[in-house]
């Protein structure tokens, strides 16, 4: 069977990947290996075939997918078994970035950790986010200043799965992340446990979200969503845990109208996996904090 041109990019797509542009029969992308500052990866359209000229790596399309899809698998046989000194050490020293450092990363809104999660080019670049070899970078925001770092690691095992920089200058407990370009000003405002879950929310249509970095909430964090939100959603993750948090959290905002879904039957999992049609239903499901602790929701 002849395949169209065009097929090779689409294939590529459906990977998480994005081409650039396209010259004679080849497409160009960023290679998902390695960060890079362009293109060296090109996908073949007339073959099934890619070849990176920075790292050397290709092969086939089929193979390219088995790649990606072992990426985070492979790493993962490096850390099931226990970490050795020197592995933790390279851990740790990646997972220490400075505010400068930050700066000074590649942009790029390829990302492929998240591109795989479901995350658009488009959220990954709103929300700024860059990365190292291990980590996603979400920066945080408060009053137009970068106040801290929320590294999200991108391979399963590592723990932490968070981590806040620059260490003991930004405390997680004192900040919240809020979206780009925050406007709420008394509105409501979607408040999730997560960095991603809150990517999430915003890139489908909830513009007004924040992320209390954890499952409880300090008075300093108390104090900046009472700035900037009249009322406010919570949407925490849907097991025990999350709906304990829900309750403590709900507590400790009395002060503001609050809302909670109206049932755990109504979403499944935590809002990071969320699609924007179980993300509509819970929101328009929604019950007052009050209500929902008077009939034992919460
Ligand atoms: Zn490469």
């Known amino acids: 069977m002849k395949r169209k041109i065009g097929d090779h990019i689409q294939m590529v797509e459906d990977m998480g990947l994005s081409v650039s542009f396209t010259t004679g029969n080849e497409a160009y992308l960023f290679c998902p290996f390695h960060p890079?500052?362009?293109?060296?990866?090109?996908?073949?359209?007339?073959?099934?075939?890619?070849?990176?000229?920075?790292?050397?790596?290709?092969?086939?399309?089929?193979?390219l997918e088995r790649m990606l899809d072992s990426m985070e698998e492979v790493e993962q046989v490096v850390i099931d078994d226990e970490l050795d000194d020197e592995s933790q050490a390279n851990i740790n020293a990646i997972a220490n970035v400075t505010l400068d450092d930050f700066t000074g990363m590649d942009i790029s809104d390829r990302i492929v950790y998240l591109q795989r999660r479901g995350f658009s080019r488009e959220t990954i670049r709103k929300w700024g986010v860059r990365r190292t070899s291990l980590f996603a970078v979400i920066p945080v925001y408060w009053d137009n200043k970068l106040e801290?770092?929320?590294?999200?690691?991108?391979?399963?095992?590592?723990?932490?799965?968070?981590?806040?920089?620059?260490?003991?200058?930004?405390?997680?407990?004192?900040?919240?992340?809020?979206?780009?370009?925050?406007?709420?000003?008394?509105?409501m405002i979607v408040i999730v446990e997560g960095a991603l879950d809150a990517m999430k929310v915003w890139q489908n249509g909830y513009e007004n979200v924040c992320a209390i970095l954890g499952s409880s909430i300090s008075e300093n964090q108390v104090k900046k969503i009472m700035r900037i939100a009249g009322s406010a959603m919570l949407l925490f993750d849907n097991d025990a845990a999350g709906y304990n948090a829900m309750r403590n959290v709900g507590v400790a905002l009395s002060g503001m109208q609050l809302y909670v879904p109206r049932s755990s039957l109504y979403y499944s999992?935590?809002?990071?996996?969320?699609?924007?049609?179980?993300?509509?239903?819970?929101?328009?499901?929604?019950?007052?904090?009050?209500?929902?602790?008077?009939?034992?929701?919460v």
């Open 36 to 63: 890079e500052r362009r293109e060296s990866m090109c996908v073949n359209l007339v073959r099934p075939v890619w070849h990176c000229f920075s790292c050397e790596r290709g092969g086939s399309l089929k193979q």
């Open 148 to 187: 801290g770092l929320i590294l999200r690691s991108m391979i399963r095992n590592v723990k932490p799965k968070y981590q806040y920089q620059p260490k003991g200058v930004f405390h997680k407990n004192d900040n919240i992340l809020v979206n780009p370009n925050f406007r709420v000003a008394g509105g």
């Open 269 to 297: 999992g935590d809002p990071a996996e969320m699609s924007s049609e179980e993300l509509s239903e819970v929101m328009e499901n929604r019950m007052s904090f009050l209500k929902a602790r008077v009939s034992g929701v």
